[in-house]
C-alpha cells in the first residue's frame, strides 16, 4: 500500500522560507513522478512542482525560482524548499506520485 505523509508546515511571515517534506512508503520516489499540489481556500488544486524519474523538474510559473523540489532516493523523500514565500502562496500543500496516490497534507500560511 502506497502512503506519503507531509511535514513541515506553518504560519511564516512574509519573505520567509519553509521546507515540506513528504515521506513515501509503498513505492519507490525514484521510479514515479513525484509531484507537490496545493489548494487555497476557494480556489482550485493546482500543481506547484513536478519531478521526474529521469530528474526533470517543473514549476507553477508563479513559484519559479522561489520553490525547488528535490528528493533524496536513499530516505524514500521528496521535499519543497519555499523560499521568499508571499501571503498568495497560503494553502494546504500535498504530495503525490504518479498522480494516483496523496498524503494528507500540510497547512502552509503566509502572514505577518
Known amino acids: 500500500q502506497v502512503q506519503l505523509v507531509e511535514s513541515g508546515g506553518g504560519l511564516v511571515q512574509p519573505g520567509g522560507s519553509l521546507r515540506l517534506s513528504c515521506a513515501v512508503s509503498g513505492t519507490i520516489v525514484s521510479n514515479g513522478v513525484m509531484a507537490w499540489y496545493r489548494r487555497a481556500p476557494g480556489k482550485q488544486r493546482e500543481a506547484v512542482a513536478v519531478?521526474?524519474?529521469?530528474?526533470?523538474?517543473n514549476y507553477l510559473e508563479s513559484v519559479k525560482g522561489r520553490f525547488t523540489i528535490s528528493r533524496d532516493n536513499a530516505k524514500n523523500t521528496v521535499y519543497l524548499q519555499m523560499n521568499n514565500l508571499k501571503p498568495e502562496d497560503t494553502a494546504a500543500y500535498y504530495c503525490?506520485?504518479?498522480?494516483?496516490?496523496w498524503g494528507q497534507g500540510t497547512q502552509v500560511t503566509v502572514s505577518s
Open positions: 503525490a506520485v504518479n498522480f494516483a496516490h
Open positions: 519531478i521526474t524519474s529521469g530528474g526533470n523538474v
